[in-house]
Every structure is written in structure tokens, then in C-alpha cells.
């Protein structure tokens, strides 16, 4: 009950435990005051956010500060976050994807067709991982500082979806150590012998170094040029093909070549280097021709096995413009390849008088800067793989006649035979550079101080060969073997006590930069 107390009442106390009352009744709030001081209290809100978003560069809505890279229009959030949507690649790819490919240099499924210049990797491999791409934020997150690396990912974003640990999950490397589709017959015991002899020297290494030339950085190799490192000793001024039958000129099916005589005569596409060749070089006695010297890539040789393949096979197809096919069939070395023996053809065409001929000597010229600059800038590759793919046999040759003509082809390419293989009156071409790590970058320069060439590459026994134990070495001494290492000799020095071991000390994701340069990307719309 309520008590006087001087002259005052007071409410008293309740329950057992003599809990005091409060003085005066609680009165809520009526709804008029409480949309007030609501609207008071938005308002206030609304007028920091105004403020915040014109003079504070939205520090009350970000989680921080953008890196330096992305600092000049850190206030402007649309340039990369979608209402609703967070961070999208796309708004990645306007600034950063211009090089006009339809793969995306930036772009997670770039990572399928890494290094490979494969692009039908993304329709067989691409499936299997679409539920795991992840967005260009995920490993390049943003809004930690202006000193924030954005480009280096760590360790745990790459072991999120890749192996944890190189010592000890890592998949060990692919050597081939038999023969693939290198049409290249080399040994590098004979050759290092050969080496060793003309530079004087005893030092393997030293002779390793005269074919394998370092590029600018000293991180990878150049590769292998004719002129640079086997024209000192294959085809001499000596060099010297068969005595070969002339062709009958009256019969479109007879086996023979063309004296030089005869292609000027005809002035064929890509035939203008017989107005400029030594007639000398050929020796005519009767019916048969001899040709002294012989070169490499000789247009005389690549003219007639043209010829040849022209009664082998029924339709004539891109593939019949290259002086070869093989290993570089299908990527864009072969498109390069395919657009010079063009670029050849078309400069033997401009002395052709005829006004067709001129006509479309200008739309050939104009269709192939146009394939040049969509090439030069990465770009989609134009769906030529049938036209490179050559025709079928001719159905009106009988078996003895395909096998004469390609007896006479061998016959006829015998000074490249040493090198080459030749199937169906076709040199194959070879792989310049045999790609080895296809995900991966290694450093030559930053090794060569603590090991020797031998010392890791050690697959083809080069020294035990010179040595004299030959024993077991014949399947490996070829060119298609990739004397890789192994990855337990790089683990000897790549620990987690030792030399570093993370991730991004081999990888590094969207490899595709030669474009960057190429400022006309960034001012075309």
C-alpha cells in the first residue's frame, strides 16, 4: 500500500523481496511523437549519406579504402558493384578485358585454355569445373587499403580449389620420355659431340647453351632457328638432290618435276622466286634434273611436291597454300604460317596483267590485313580448321600410282630426309619449341647459380652417353623427349624451411599479356 511520507505518498514495495516501485506510471510514447522523433532521426541519416557520398567519398558505406590502382574513382561504387549483384566480372572486363577475345585473358575460363592456345579445351573442360568458377572478387578482393596488393593472391585462395601443398599434395610433373608427334629426327648425343668438337671445349653445359639460347630475361629459351643453328652444318654448298625425271608436260598424271624453265613459263601463284633463282643451280641432261645447291625451305622443292599433291589428292585446300603441316596445325602459329605462304602467293600474282586478277588482288589484300590485325590482337580465331585439313585422295589413282608418287616425293626431298620425315609428298613441319610447363613459369636465371643444366635435366643421359656407356639410351635420345626434371628434384630445394614453395612462386593466372601494349584496343569503342 501507498505511504504518507512528509506530506507526499509513496507507492511502497512489493513481493517478498520488498522490491521498490517506481515514483511515477510509465506513459508510452504516443505515435505522434514517436513518427516525429522518427523523422527527426532519418533525416539525420539521410542528410550524413548526402554528405558522406559528396565530400566524405562514401566512408560511411564502404568497408574501406580502394588499392591505388582502382583510387580515381573510388567514389564512383557503379563502376564496379550492381545493386543487388555485389562485384561482377563484367564490370571487371570494361576496363581490363580489351583484347577482343572470345576466351577473356581475365576471365575464369581462361584458366582451361592456360598456355595451351587450345580453345576447344573450354567445350570438353570447361563442363566439368562450371560449378566452381568464381568471380574476379573472390581472389582479388578489394577495399584494404591504398597499399593493398590486389594483384597478389594468397596461398589459401588457390589451395581453396587446387592442391594445399607443393611438398606435399602437389601432382608430379608429365615428362614424355617417348616419342610424340615431333617430326624432328635429332639426337643430342651425336650433337653435343659435334658442339663440344667446334667450340673446343669439354664443358656439356657450354654446348647446351649453343643451341638452347636464353631470351632477353634469361627465364626461358628461344627457339631452335635453322639458320642460326644447323645451317653450319646441314645442307652445304655441296648438297645436292638426285637425278630426278622432268615431268611430261602433256600429261597432267605423269610423275616428275618442273625444271625452272617450265614454272616460269606456267607463272603460277607464289611462283615469282623463279624469276630471281640461279638457273646455274640446275643441271638438265636428257630428260632428268639436278638440282646443287639445296636449301632449307627450297622453292623449288616446295613448288614440285605442290605439284605433286595435286594429282594425290582430289580437292585443293588451305592446307595446300603451306609449304607443310604438322605439329602447329590447328593454333594460331599455323594461322601465321597460313597467312605469310598467302602474302607469298599474292606477290607472285601483282605482275599479272589481267584486270580480274588486279581486281581481286585488292579484296585478297584488304581480307588479309584484316586477318593479320584480328590475329596480332588475339582475337577469335576464324573457323578455318577444315580448310587446313588436307583434301582425300584422289579416287582415280590406283595404289601402285599414290605409292609411286610418294616413292618419288621421298626421292625428290632426299637431302631433307636427314631431318624431316615426308608422308604424302608432304614435309611435316616441326615444333620449334616444344611448350613443357603448361601452368607454370620457370626461372633459368635464378637457378643456373645453384645447379647445372645436367644436374636437373637428366633424363637423356647426355654425359654417361659421351662416356661411352650407351646402354638403354636409343628410345630416349630423340627430340620429342622433354627432359624435364622431376618434381622430387625440385623439392630438395623448395621447402617450407628453405627456398619459397607458395603457389605464386611458379603460377601466375592470366598469362596472355602480349596484347597490353597494343594502346589502339583502348581508344577504339
Known amino acids: 500500500m501507498a505511504k504518507q511520507e512528509n506530506g507526499q505518498t509513496r507507492k511502497g514495495i512489493f513481493s517478498d523481496a520488498r522490491l521498490g516501485v517506481t515514483k511515477k506510471y510509465i506513459r508510452p ?7 516525429i522523433i522518427g523523422g527527426i532521426g532519418c533525416a539525420l541519416i539521410a542528410v550524413y549519406y548526402a554528405v558522406d557520398a559528396l565530400a566524405l567519398g562514401n566512408t560511411f558505406i564502404s568497408s574501406g579504402s580502394v588499392s591505388s590502382n582502382h583510387a580515381n ?5 557503379t563502376k564496379c558493384h550492381r545493386p543487388f549483384q555485389g562485384t561482377l566480372d563484367a564490370q ?19 584458366h582451361y585454355v592456360y598456355r595451351s592456345d587450345d580453345p576447344t579445351r573450354l567445350q570438353t573442360v570447361r563442363p566439368q569445373f562450371a560449378s566452381r568458377e568464381v568471380q574476379c572478387a573472390a581472389c582479388h578482393p578489394e577495399h584494404r587499403g591504398r597499399e593493398a596488393m590486389i594483384t597478389e593472391v594468397p596461398d589459401a585462395r588457390c589451395a581453396s580449389c587446387h592442391y594445399a601443398s ?19 629426327k635429332m639426337t643430342h648425343v651425336k650433337h653435343t659431340k659435334e658442339v663440344l668438337k667446334k667450340l673446343n671445349t669439354t664443358n656439356i653445359e657450354t654446348a647446351c647453351l649453343y643451341c638452347h639460347n636464353a631470351d632477353k630475361q634469361g627465364k626461358g629459351f628461344l627457339p631452335l632457328d635453322y639458320d642460326s643453328h644447323c645451317g653450319d652444318c646441314h645442307l652445304t654448298t655441296s648438297s645436292e638432290t638426285p637425278s ?6 602433256s600429261d597432267p598424271l605423269s610423275i616428275g618435276v618442273e625444271t625452272l624453265e617450265m614454272i616460269q613459263r606456267r607463272k603460277g601463284p607464289g611462283t615469282l622466286w623463279a624469276f630471281y633463282t640461279n638457273p646455274n643451280e640446275f643441271s638438265v641432261s636428257g630428260n632428268r634434273v639436278k638440282k646443287s645447291p639445296v636449301y632449307h625451305r627450297d622453292p623449288w622443292i616446295l613448288e614440285n611436291l605442290r605439284q605433286l599433291r595435286r594429282i594425290l589428292f582430289s580437292d585443293s585446300t588451305l592446307a595446300d597454300v603451306l609449304d607443310a603441316l604438322g605439329g602447329s596445325k590447328g593454333t594460331r602459329q599455323a594461322y601465321r604460317e597460313a597467312i605469310a605462304a598467302l602474302q607469298q602467293y599474292v606477290l607472285g600474282l601483282r605482275s599479272r596483267p589481267e584486270p580480274e586478277i588486279q581486281a581481286e588482288l585488292q579484296r585478297i589484300d584488304s581480307l588479309l590485313k584484316a586477318a593479320q590485325l584480328q590475329l596480332s590482337q588475339n582475337g577469335a580465331l576464324p573457323d578455318l580448321f577444315p580448310m ?4 582425300s585422295l584422289n579416287p582415280n589413282l590406283t595404289e601402285g600410282q599414290r605409292q609411286a608418287l610418294e616413292d618419288f616425293a621421298r626421292k625428290m626431298t632426299k637431302p631433307c630426309l636427314e631431318c624431316h620425315e615426308v608422308e604424302r609428298a608432304s614435309i611435316l613441319a616441326v615444333k620449334a619449341s616444344q611448350r613443357a610447363l603448361m601452368r607454370a613459369e620457370f626461372d633459368h636465371r635464378a637457378h643456373i647459380t645453384q645447379r647445372r643444366c645436367l644436374e636437373c635435366h637428366d633424363i637423356i643421359p647426355v654425359d654417361r652417353a659421351l662416356a661411352g656407356d650407351t646402354s638403354g639410351i636409343a628410345l630416349l635420345d630423340r627430340a620429342a623427349t622433354q627432359n624435364l626434371p622431376t618434381i622430387d628434384n625440385c623439392k630438395e630445394c623448395h621447402t617450407p624451411s628453405a627456398a619459397a614453395n607458395a603457389c605464386v612462386t611458379c603460377h601466375f593466372m592470366h598469362p596472355n599479356k602480349e596484347q597490353r601494349g597494343s594502346l589502339q584496343l583502348f581508344v577504339e569503342k
Request: hydrophobic share 30%.
Open 29 to 35: 510514447l504516443t505515435r505522434k511523437h514517436m513518427v
Open 73 to 77: 574513382f573510388e567514389t564512383e561504387c
Open 92 to 110: 571487371c572486363s570494361t576496363c581490363h578485358e580489351k583484347t577482343n577475345d572470345r576466351l577473356g585473358v581475365y576471365s575464369f575460363p581462361a
Open 166 to 184: 607443393f611438398n606435399r599434395d602437389h601432382p608430379a610433373f608429365t615428362r614424355l620420355t617417348t616419342p610424340d608427334d615431333s617430326t624432328l
Open 244 to 249: 630426278l625425271a622432268i615431268k611430261d608436260p
Open 388 to 391: 587446313m585439313t588436307r583434301g
